[in-house]
């Protein structure tokens, strides 16, 4: 098992920035992968950043690429997602996952969930 726990959510302006936080817990030795989802209300969650967890390769949903940016701290068993430039279209709930099995990072499926973080951005 992998526990998950998101920080960092929270209002900002149009153009602001956030940087997300996920913490993982228990089983993480046998992590591949991490990735960014988002849920906005009445809209199907989508992937927008994934990073594997050895080799660092990154993934971006073109909606975020050169604003957003996606890392990890392997001793500190976190992964970041920085957001800069944010627009009113980014509001959302942001979930972390993790994957233990080779995956594709955009296809996944990805094994873990977190509980999710607010991150709402005014116009």
């Known amino acids: 098992q992998v526990q998950l726990v998101e920080s960092g959510g929270g209002l900002v302006q149009a153009g602001g920035s956030l940087r997300l936080s996920c913490a993982a817990s228990g089983r993480t030795r046998s992590t591949y992968g991490m990735g960014w989802f988002r849920q906005a209300p009445g809209k199907e969650r989508e992937l927008v950043a994934a990073?594997?967890?050895?080799?660092?390769?990154?993934y971006y949903a073109d909606s975020v690429k050169g604003r957003f940016t996606i890392s990890r701290d392997k001793a500190k068993n976190t992964v970041y997602l920085q957001m800069n430039s944010l627009k009113p279209e980014d509001t959302a709930v942001y979930y972390c996952a993790a994957a233990i099995r080779v995956i594709g990072l955009r296809t996944g499926p990805y094994d873990y969930w977190g509980q999710g973080t607010q991150v709402t951005v005014s116009s």
């Open positions: 990073i594997t967890w050895s080799s660092g390769t990154t």
